[in-house]
């Protein structure tokens, strides 16, 4: 296996992750990412909300801010993530939930059918960030969406996330750049382009609903993109 095979992996991705619990929960606890503090985090929410589920699924939670959110407007929400740190997180924030609202379950786990629930929403917050494992995982959803449910991805926005480097999907070294705090190894990521973000939906059985790109306000810049999608 060559040095990129090992540093570049899905598994390498969910290892850093889990090296990173601690330092993650306390950035966003302390609103310490300017773009999530701007932007993101609103963004997702509204996105969320506009469509009036009653039940969502918040997968890749974290430490559940998110899922937390969802459950303020009136939502029956869950978060599921693969790191035992952040569901641990999660739980600590929200003592009252019932132990099925936070569940440690990976995209490997979700793809062989280890999720045995529908829902009217599902929603990955800058979550998807492995290669295989999230083309497994997303073939997997429609089967867990209710009657007219949908998926709402919100991503880096390609265009800006590429920077230099040439346009083309494939594996990228990660950075904790904008984020404060003792991290360790950063976690790579897939990057995709927008052609492959739409390839993938369309190979999972996802449609295309809508699509947003939220500006950071002081550089009028994408922050990132908003997918809304629904099953064939």
Not at 26 to 50: F, G, P
Not at 193 to 215: D, F, I, K, M
């Amino acid at each position: 296996m060559s040095g990129d095979d090992v540093r570049h992996s899905d598994a390498r991705v969910l290892a850093a992750w889990r090296e990173n619990a601690a330092p993650w929960t306390r950035s966003v606890r302390t609103q310490a990412i300017e773009s999530r503090r701007l932007v993101t985090d609103r963004a997702v929410v509204e996105a969320a909300t506009r469509l009036r589920p009653r039940s969502a699924l918040d997968l890749g939670c974290g430490e559940g801010w998110l899922t937390r959110a969802l459950l303020a407007h009136g939502i029956d929400a869950r978060g599921n993530d693969a790191v035992p740190a952040l569901i641990e997180a999660a739980r600590r924030a929200d003592p009252a939930a019932p132990p099925q609202r936070y569940a440690c379950l990976s995209y490997e786990d979700i793809a062989a059918g280890a999720l045995d629930a529908r829902f009217d929403l599902i929603v990955c917050n800058f979550s998807l960030l492995g290669g295989a494992a999230v083309d497994a995982l997303l073939a997997a959803l429609p089967a867990h969406l209710n009657e007219g449910g949908h998926v709402l991805i919100q991503t880096l926005h390609p265009p800006t996330a590429n920077a230099d480097a040439p346009y083309r999907d494939g594996w990228r070294d990660g950075s904790w750049a904008g984020c404060e705090g003792d991290f360790g190894e950063p976690a790579p990521w897939y990057f995709r382009t927008l052609g492959g973000w739409l390839a993938l939906l369309q190979r999972s059985g996802l449609t295309l609903r809508a699509l947003e790109e939220p500006l950071h306000p002081p550089t009028q810049r994408p922050a990132s993109l908003i997918l809304l999608a629904a099953a064939h």
